[in-house]
């Protein structure tokens, strides 16, 4: 499987925009790109997948150039419950197995 | 999405026991995963729970360790035996819902906290 590769961590405030940016080099013809966000005490929650170009949803947009080897996940204005672990992954089907890397750590501050 | 419940959602639990960890999903769905996720670590995938046939197991991880069951499309078990300190951890499942297109995504429970004395 491939692997991603994102920064450890991440510092922003209220009200920005916040761009956490993945790598893939590697990422497999079939492969989809999906974010999930993690807060303490709870399982990761999906937020986003795409294959290629833009997709936005009501919470984030992904960005994902020509040869798909990297990935921007974009959160417009966000707020302190923003702050959270964010995970890249790489996935082929509904049936294959993903593997989380180790996610950034997103700190929103005041 | 689906609705995941685990149960229990955590336990303190002594070595050499042995705890059971309950999935239990709204919907009927194919595929469904038992993860850990270690203190301040990343998820780490453990197996695939398969409806009617023993689990598939990741590297590092064995069935006399981590039996799993799969009695049908709603529900599954994660035991974990002969409990040790090193077993401190959150355990998760996840499960793939139905839907149009071959790349449905997973959608976690919130998890199973164990600590071990």
């Known amino acids: 499987l491939a692997k991603t590769t994102q920064p450890i961590s991440m510092d922003s405030y209220e009200g920005q925009e916040v761009n956490i940016t993945c790598s893939h080099n590697?990422?497999?013809?079939?492969?989809?790109i999906t974010w999930y966000q993690q807060f303490p005490s709870q399982g990761p929650r999906f937020i986003i997948q795409?294959?290629?170009t833009k997709v936005t949803n009501e919470v984030a947009s992904l960005f994902i150039p020509a040869d798909r080897k990297s990935s921007t996940l974009s959160l417009p204005r966000v707020s302190l419950s923003d702050t959270a672990v964010y995970y890249c992954?790489?996935?082929?089907?509904?049936?294959?197995?993903?593997?989380f890397g180790s996610g950034t750590r997103l700190s929103i501050r005041p | 999405s689906a609705v995941i419940s685990q149960k229990p959602s955590r336990d303190i639990c002594q070595r050499g026991t042995s705890l059971t960890i309950q999935c239990q999903v709204d919907s009927q769905v194919t595929m469904m995963f038992w993860y850990r996720q270690q203190p301040g670590q990343s998820l780490t995938l453990i197996a695939t729970?398969?409806?009617?046939?023993?689990?598939?197991?990741e590297s590092g991880f064995v069935i006399d360790k981590f039996p799993i069951s799969r009695p049908n499309l709603t529900f599954s078990t994660l035991t974990v035996s002969n409990l040790s300190p090193e077993d401190s951890s959150i355990y998760l499942c996840s499960v793939v819902v139905e839907g149009q297109g071959n790349n449905q995504p997973q959608h976690f429970g919130d998890g199973t906290r164990l600590s071990i004395l």
């Open positions: 729970a398969n409806q009617g046939s023993e689990a598939t197991y």
């Open positions: 992954l790489l996935g082929g089907s509904s049936a294959s197995k993903i593997i």
């Open positions: 590697n990422i497999a013809t079939n492969d989809y």
């Open positions: 795409g294959y290629k």
